[in-house]
């Protein structure tokens, strides 16, 4: 039964990819240092690390440099400066680019705010509408469930999938689950798979260690949401060559502030 179930998802996949909302988030240590935590926090950070290196004797000065390389992936000790959604463009039956759209800036607030308020306002057919991205259903829907919760912003129920079953989140598409066909132990990059998948992406100017440093010693967090929508149109393409289809080499990214599709 598992076979006919996963052909026919992967037919409504291809039927509906133009209403895939393609997402990516990008985050920084909640502060810009270890030693700009509160008390508590650095007590926490301490203890983390100690366990993320398993050695309970580490210093505060390991500690300090591991929070500068990992922290940002932790949320408890994190924040998001940028959430990246996209979705394809059809024209005369073929897939020709992407519309995207960046929610970032300091006010972590507000950026889920936004980003909440058009995921209700225009993700709401549950049938027909998927969300996807890379690694997406162990690391951004959980961490932007998780800072909702800390914002004290209601989640969205197609975000939230605490105790669900995995057919109840069929809606949530993951290049990353797909790639691994079953392999828990596997886990590549998305640079690497749209390497060995020969799917064209941009030459960037930083990557997903730098993001940290970018937003608290160069102040850019424009340049961080030019690097997160490239990865969310990297996220499309590599789904398109995993579905079978084609990516056309005009394909292009269309940014635009207004999101209505029409």
Known sequence: MVIPILVSKMKSIRKHIDDILFLDIETTGVESGYDKLSPELKSFWLSKSRLLLRDKNISEAIASDLYLS??????????IVCISIGFVI???????????????????SAILEDFVDLMNKHFDQPKKQYLCGHNVKEFDVPFICRRLLINKIPIPKRLDITGKKPWEIDHIID?????????????????????????????????????HSVYWDDNDVERIAVYCEKDVVTSAKVLIKLLGLQVESSFENISKTDFQKS
């Open 90 to 108: 059809i024209e005369d039956d073929d897939i020709v680019g992407m519309r995207t759209k960046s929610f970032y800036g300091e006010d972590e």
């Open 70 to 79: 990992k922290g940002a992936i932790y949320s408890e000790f994190a924040k």
């Open 175 to 211: 290049t990353m689950s797909m790639w691994r066909f079953g392999d828990y132990k596997n886990f590549t990059s998305l640079a690497l798979l749209a390497h060995v998948l020969d799917v064209p992406t941009p030459k960037d100017d930083i990557d997903g260690s730098m993001v």
